[in-house]
């Protein structure tokens, strides 16, 4: 009798695995078969050593979900991401900055390594997973999914990480937790929400919508680079403008010069052009300008003044120069004396413009 019992309870256990299995493949198709999809994601990461928990909110839309390299866009209180056509740019609305990657390495390497890229929904309903029970989350049934992600030694304990996701009954990924276990003992939990879902069959591409008159900085220079101060000696330099004209810079100059370094792909530096080339500005004389765009080729910037008539120095193709003046993005602005020592120096949006003003003659 006893046997039968137990043959009858592993019948009952292996299918009541087995109905579970669709519940997860119809979340596959339901993620997989869309062409956009956008929900809310609320992040908790604990911090063990001040029991505080960091909470994190962004809203995702996700272009294609199928395509291993698929288009996004997310957006939180200060922030906006946009990656199409392989490029990513960040706009933080709080610094009125655009940040993008300098090389195509490192942006690839960060966009994989992202929160979105490893713990999204569509990323982790790719996995493997194995059934672990029904259980009930804000009074709905859920079906409970794990798989182990990791399993490492060291200093001779057992270090284990376990992936955990919870699927709705209506077909969606709600929540998902990564546990990591010490010595068998569970260390830190991180717990991810997903709500707010959208489903949509139809095809719609991602807009890119960049702010027009924002600073550009890139990622790499941030930690490596920084403008050089006031009162720095200024480093002299040798080269071609755009119009092959040789420049030479060197202390002991007639005129204090303005050292302007902008890149064609920044907003706010499009704007400070725009506005030397007006009418509305006529430099005091006092002063002479010679404008840098250290990362963009010669090509580039032909096609930036294309039709417009510059007064002023212009050089392109000179990444030397941006790292001797430890430029980390643009636009930034030097005022540099006579003797050739740096008397002024401007970064970005809010003190450029007025101090341009201040040397108008107009």
């Known amino acids: 009798m006893k046997k039968i019992i137990s043959i009858l309870l592993l019948i009952l256990s292996v299918s009541c695995l087995f109905a579970q299995v ?76 655009i940040y993008e990657y300098e090389k195509r390495e490192n942006q690839n390497s960060a966009i994989s390594s992202s929160r979105l890229r490893q713990f999204g929904p569509t990323t982790l309903l790719k996995k493997k997973w194995k059934f672990i029970d029904e259980t009930v989350i804000d009074g709905k049934s859920h079906t409970h999914y794990s798989t182990i ?38 260390g830190q939990t991180v717990t991810f929400l997903f709500s707010n879902y959208i489903f949509s ?20 220079r941030q930690d490596s680079l920084h403008p050089l101060a006031k009162n720095s000696k200024a480093p002299e330099f040798e080269v071609f403008d755009m119009k092959r004209q040789k420049i030479t810079f060197k202390d002991k100059k007639e005129k204090q010069t303005l050292l302007l370094f902008s890149s064609t792909h920044c907003g706010y530096s499009k704007a400070i052009t725009d506005y030397l080339l ?31 008539e510059v007064k002023f120095s212009v050089i392109a193709d000179q990444k030397n120069l941006e790292k001797q003046y430890g430029i980390n993005g643009y636009p930034v602005l030097f005022l540099i004396n006579e003797d050739g020592f740096i008397s002024a120096t401007m970064d970005g949006t809010t003190e450029i413009f007025p101090f341009l003003k201040s040397l108008n003659n107009k």
């Open 278 to 308: 007006s009418s509305d500005f006529n430099l005091n004389p006092s002063v002479e300008i010679i404008n840098i765009f250290g990362s963009d080729s010669k090509v580039s910037v032909t096609r930036y003044f294309l039709n417009k």
């Open 22 to 97: 669709p519940d997860l493949e119809k979340a596959k198709r339901k993620y997989f078969q869309s062409n956009v999809i956008s929900y809310k994601t609320t992040a908790y990461y604990p911090n063990p050593d001040t029991d505080e928990m960091s909470v994190i909110n962004v809203l995702y839309t996700i272009y294609k979900p199928q395509n291993k390299d698929f288009e996004f866009y997310s957006k939180n209180e200060s922030s906006e991401e946009f990656y199409k056509y392989g490029l990513y740019h960040a706009v933080n609305h709080a610094e009125k900055t």
């Open 149 to 186: 992600e990791s399993i490492n030694h060291y200093e001779g304990k057992e270090i284990k990480v376990e992936f955990h996701i919870y699927i709705s009954g209506n077909f969606t990924l709600t929540k998902f937790e990564r546990k990591s276990f010490v010595g068998g003992k569970l």
């Open 201 to 220: 069959d139809r095809i719609t591409n991602l807009k890119v919508v960049l702010p027009k008159n924002y600073a550009l900085k890139y990622f790499e």
